[in-house]
């Protein structure tokens, strides 16, 4: 239960808001609160009150998981609580610590002043849940920071620093050392200093620099993901110039309402908490510590294997960067170095901090040189004999308790623990998405004999190296490229029977993905599936259907973008896909030399054809238990595959469409098609009228 206390420093009284783990304004929060400040306010025994977060000081905001939930009748809420706030007679200062975001932070801002420990962060990331600030944040920080900067925080919904913050008027004060203790400082001296105390609602807004909000609009419409929300709030931070404080604060209020009701804002909650359930892992408990890791050591510097100790090196963990090729390393090297001067060069780090960042990697040639690391990952190439050998050296070197790691797509972990028994429990995959220090998903491949302990440490380092880990258990593929299988196989299916590349491409573009299939696929290259598909042409089963465009393709060397032709044309030193009738001449080809008639296929069938088997293969996962929970399968295609988050994932986006639909086209689909047969757990979900298991 959440409390809120109020306690007597002097003639300051410190109201501090208990509800781990962030200090949401939860039920019962509020009306807790209002409650402290009208005994604050009695009487003449305090001259201010200070307000603060309890615990690590955080005021993360409305609580997410309230939205959508009858406020309990009586109940006090966020914007009475504001409401209580300016309406105090003793001047009220907010000490904020940790991060102040969304509903903390218009709390804040209706106090009469704030102040913030160093480290602080404050933000408005409303948006990223798919709606409005809806607590006055539209109309009070234009009145603080500007309509410009107002709009730009909203808008990004990205938290800004105490020290910007202050900068920018949005705060009074940074103040160091004992933040209780230097805000109740700060409010005596503030109020022997007779203030400023002006609510901010009483603020003159500032001049708007000409165009800004017609600029903004026209940003946001070409903006990737939900408009509505970032339209709202542009609508809104226009109102808080525009229109007396009350009028804007109604207009956010109804736009807040209408865009928290929509599928986009829904989604976009269940991937909020999805990507948090993803790091629950069943029979990994509190008793699984995770180990130290301070040290690290990456095998192979190709692009993978770089960009892994780049993340390393980003989290200020040193590591080993080992190639047995010095020509390789030194090239694997001076890549990282150009990506970190490119990243330098946006601004986004120092010239110091490239050096810093460099100083961590070292390079090593000998696998003797890497038996220290806390962690060692092989990033060689995706061949099990390669892998096996490498593991069978890191056995012979590596110190006792090392975790062991692959960063294998698709082979088989636990075939790679078995090559070295003694050390099986600390053996598991980590698969990172290229480019590996960009990308946010790490799926966490847990092998039968890992440990808990293993697992709760390779969990904890994802965090560190700032990704989305998700454990998958161990096929072909894992959670994410088994999945991807089924969606490249219809793309190319579709082709034939009558689409070209830059149909089904726009179709999945419009669905809200940034590329689509064939784009990927030329910027990915297509030589290294078809590389896999070749090693395994003697298995496939020669009754499935099998499309040969893509062998073609690489047959005539078309790799992709990096050969300037793949399923697109590129022109020299340019990345934009441009149809090539050479492509559809050899689709045509191939759809008569199987006797397929080609026919007009509309963007919903591309569409259904291309993600369905997606969801099919999720349920399938979902049942070998392969993924936990519906959820880590929405986490890894949102994170790892541009799934478009507005649409929750694949299996929400199904749950949501409703499973009887899907399941009806899935079952229309394989009286026709090859490969449709319905996912068991799909069948049984829809017969007993059920979701996805939880
Ligand atoms: C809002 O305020 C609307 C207003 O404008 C208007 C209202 C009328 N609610 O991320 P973590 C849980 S909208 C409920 O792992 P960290 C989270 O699920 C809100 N629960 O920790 C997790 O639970 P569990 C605007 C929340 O240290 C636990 O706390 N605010 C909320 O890495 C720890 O979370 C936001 O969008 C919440 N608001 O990061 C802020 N926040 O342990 C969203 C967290 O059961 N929150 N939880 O899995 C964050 O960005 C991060 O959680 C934060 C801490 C930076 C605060």
């Not at 409390?3 to 783990?21: A, F, S, Y």
């Not at 509903?103 to 209706?110: D, I, N, P, V, Y």
Request: proline share 7%; charged share 20%; with cysteine.
């Amino acid at each position: 239960m959440p409390t809120v206390t109020l306690e007597r420093q002097g003639r300051i009284g410190v109201i501090v808001i208990d509800n781990p783990p962030v200090n949401a304004m939860s039920w019962g929060v509020p009306g807790a609160m209002i409650a402290r400040l009208a005994e604050a306010n009695a009487g003449g025994a305090l001259d201010g009150i200070v307000l603060m977060g309890g615990g690590s000081g955080v005021i993360a905001g409305a609580d997410i998981r309230q939205f959508g939930q009858p406020w309990p009748a009586g109940e006090p809420n966020l914007r009475d609580m504001i409401t209580a706030v300016e309406a105090s007679a003793k001047p009220v200062i907010a000490a904020l610590k940790g991060s102040c975001l969304g509903g903390g932070l218009e709390l804040a801002m209706a106090c009469h002043q704030r102040v913030a420990a160093p480290k602080t962060m404050l933000g408005q990331p409303e948006i990223k849940l798919g709606f409005p600030p809806g607590a006055g944040g539209t109309q009070r920080l234009p009145r603080l920071v500007g309509a410009e900067r107002a709009l730009k925080m909203i808008l990004d919904g990205n938290p800004i620093s105490a020290i910007q913050a202050f900068e920018w008027g949005l705060i009074d004060a940074v103040l160091e050392g004992d933040l209780p203790a230097a805000a109740v400082a700060h409010a005596r001296a503030a109020i022997a200093a007779g203030g400023p105390f002006r609510l901010v609602r009483d603020r003159a807004s500032s001049p708007v620099p000409h165009g800004l909000f017609e600029t903004a609009r026209a940003e946001a419409a070409k903006r990737r993901g939900p408009q509505a929300a970032a339209l709202a709030s542009i609508d809104c931070v226009e109102a808080a110039t525009t229109l007396p404080f009350d009028q804007g604060l109604a207009k956010e209020r109804s736009a807040f309402e209408h865009c928290l009701a929509s599928e986009d804002s829904r989604a976009l909650r269940h991937v909020f908490f999805a990507e948090r359930a993803a790091a629950k892992v069943p029979g990994v408990g509190e008793d699984a510590k995770p180990q130290a890791i301070a040290s690290a050591a990456v095998i192979g510097s190709g692009t993978m294997g770089g960009g892994i100790a780049m993340c390393f090196a980003d989290a200020g963990i040193p590591v080993r960067l080992l190639d047995a090729d010095p020509a390789a390393l030194q090239r694997g090297l001076a890549t990282i170095r150009r990506n970190y001067e490119a990243t330098a060069a946006k601004g986004r780090i120092s010239a110091a901090e490239v050096e810093a960042r460099m100083g961590r990697i070292t390079p090593v040639s000998g696998f003797d040189q890497i038996g220290g690391a806390d962690i060692i990952i092989e990033a060689v190439f995706e061949e099990m004999a390669v892998k096996t050998e490498v593991f069978a050296k890191l056995d012979a070197n590596a110190k006792p308790g090392a975790i062991l790691a692959s960063n294998t797509s698709y082979l088989n972990v636990d075939a790679i623990a078995a090559t070295i028994p003694a050390r099986a429990g600390f053996v598991l995959g980590t698969h990172f998405f290229s480019p590996a220090n960009v990308m946010r998903l790490l799926e966490v491949v847990r092998t039968k004999t890992a440990s808990p302990q293993t697992l709760a440490s390779v969990l904890a380092l994802g965090r560190r190296l700032n990704k989305v880990p998700v454990v998958s258990g161990v096929c072909y593929g894992f959670i994410g490229n088994r999945m991807l299988e089924g969606y490249v196989r219809q793309a190319e299916f579709l082709l034939e029977e009558g689409c070209l590349p830059q149909q089904v491409d726009k179709a999945i573009t419009g669905f809200g993905f940034p590329m689509g299939p064939f784009a990927m696929a030329d910027m990915a290259g297509l030589d290294i599936s078809w590389r896999k598909r070749k090693s395994q042409s003697a298995a496939r089963d020669p009754r499935r259907r099998y499309s040969p465009i893509a062998d073609q393709l690489c047959e005539q060397g078309r790799f992709g973008q990096k050969t300037g032709a793949g399923w697109y044309r590129y022109d020299k030193g340019s990345r934009t896909p441009l149809a090539d009738p050479a492509v559809e001449a050899m689709i045509v080809a191939s759809a008569r030399s199987q006797g397929i008639s080609r026919r007009d296929i509309g963007p919903e069938e591309i569409t259904e054809r291309c993600l369905y088997p997606l969801v099919n293969e999720g349920a399938r996962i979902l049942e070998e238990r392969i993924a936990a929970r519906a959820g880590d399968i929405d986490t890894v295609w949102v994170n790892g595959y541009a799934f478009p988050p507005w649409k929750g994932g694949p299996m929400h986006w199904a749950s949501r469409l409703g499973l009887p639909k899907v399941l009806a086209s899935i079952t229309a689909f394989a009286k026709i098609h090859d490969g449709w047969d319905p996912a068991p757990l799909l069948v049984r979900a829809v017969q007993r009228n059920e979701g996805w298991p939880s």
